[in-house]
């Protein structure tokens, strides 16, 4: 069951990720992000997205 959570947890955060990577890009493209303050962010959402694909991660190689 652990197996089969870490894996699915895993699976939820590499979607979270592909979803705020591309709402940073669609900003972006679109002008909404102008000023540092956007891009920083952006950027935080990125680095706590990728932050929780690493920690599921660990969790998956640790259950097997």
Request: positive net charge; contains cysteine.
């Amino acid at each position: 069951m652990d197996k089969t959570f870490s894996f699915v947890q895993l699976i939820i955060a590499v979607v979270i990720f592909l979803c705020v990577v591309s709402g940073v890009i669609g900003h972006i493209v679109l002008g909404h992000i102008t000023s540092i303050f956007g891009f920083i962010v952006s950027f935080v959402f990125i680095a706590l997205s990728w932050v929780l694909i690493r920690i599921s991660y660990k969790e998956l190689r640790e259950n097997r």
